[in-house]
């Protein structure tokens, strides 16, 4: 009770502890495997990742002193992952940001913005709940939104979700409140830092939405994303799906129960479960052709997933 005062969300919902044997059960996976999952890496470089001096302070629900208002950006997309056939590695042995830096670690697929436990979480841009899921093994809680067009996000290690799926949201709508649930949380406590692991989803690989010499930024404000404003006008484009190259990818699935479970979705629901499937068990899936029926195309689309009266902007951990 003292801690839902503290933050707004009871201790066990911010780790992701609400059905405890469930959890338990899917976080063996990543330490045991599975079927066509390898088990998780880790090794002395992922402690570099542990930060008592930040994490103490966002687990009450405050901010580092000093950085008030701030997201604190702790990992980045690693450009140079290791082969997703050796499994999820947090260890820091092959690593390089959009910076051309080392704010990540070698399977790190996305953002992680680290902001204190109990902040409100918003949608990045107009779109559609696709997914509201748990696995403790791969990201908490997560809320997926379609944002039409080729588009998608995922919030992983949510505390609590406050959409459903098929809502659609308008930029800068409440989707639910941050925490760190997960394996993460629950093996590094109290000196892992809370955050929200932002994946972006484009064409259906994850990518990072920072800009780089190839591509162009995913952000409005370029390499400087900011939260939603009301002047950001923009509406729902739906993203066409190609189903016989969604259903030829499901096919091929390496795993029985999972071809199963996809192949009797609807088939928009088909499409959308696939794009995740994928980027969380790469391994399951040999084959990812291009399942968009038309050509999308990269441009600026996203604000920050937090209201502008709690984070103002973003810092990065390794320039502090």
């Known amino acids: 009770m003292l801690y839902e005062r503290l933050v707004g969300i009871p201790w066990y919902e911010a780790i992701g502890l609400r059905e405890p044997r469930a959890r338990m059960k899917e976080a063996l996976v990543a330490i045991r495997g599975a079927e066509d999952v390898p088990p998780s890496k880790f090794g002395l470089s992922s402690l570099r990742m542990l930060d008592p001096r930040m994490s103490l302070p966002l687990w009450a629900g405050r901010f580092r002193k000093g950085l008030e208002h701030k997201a604190v950006i702790t990992n980045l997309f690693n450009h140079t992952p290791t082969p997703v056939e050796d499994g999820w590695s947090v260890e820091k042995s092959q690593v390089q940001d959009f910076r051309n830096r080392g704010l990540t670690y070698n399977s790190h697929n996305g953002t992680d913005f680290s902001v204190p436990v109990g902040t409100a979480l918003v949608s990045p841009a107009p779109g559609r709940v696709a997914r509201v899921y748990d696995e403790y093994n791969r990201g908490g809680l ?8 080729g588009l998608m996000t995922c919030c992983a290690h949510t505390g609590r979700a406050e959409v459903e799926v098929g809502q659609t949201l308008e930029r800068g709508e409440l989707m639910g409140r941050t925490g760190y649930s997960g394996l993460d949380s629950l093996v590094t406590f109290p000196w892992g830092v809370p955050h929200v692991h932002f994946n972006v989803w484009f064409d259906g690989h994850a990518v990072d939405p920072f800009p780089t010499a190839q591509n162009a930024s995913l952000w409005l404000g370029g390499d400087h994303p900011r939260s939603p404003a009301p002047d950001d006008d923009a509406s729902l484009e739906p993203s ?23 192949s009797a979705m609807a088939p928009q629901e088909r499409a959308l479960t696939l794009i995740c499937e994928w980027n969380y068990y790469p391994t399951r899936f040999p084959e990812h052709p291009p399942i968009h029926a038309t050509p999308v195309e990269r441009r600026p689309r996203l604000t920050l997933p937090f209201r502008s009266g709690d984070i103002d902007g973003i810092v990065f951990a390794d320039e502090l």
């Not at 997560?142 to 067009?149: L, Q, S």
């Not at 066409?240 to 996809?262: G, K, W």
């Open 240 to 262: 066409h799906f190609d189903m016989d190259a969604v259903d030829a990818a499901i096919a091929a699935c390496r795993t029985p129960s999972v071809r199963e479970t996809l």
């Open 142 to 149: 997560k809320i997926v939104v379609d944002h039409g067009d």
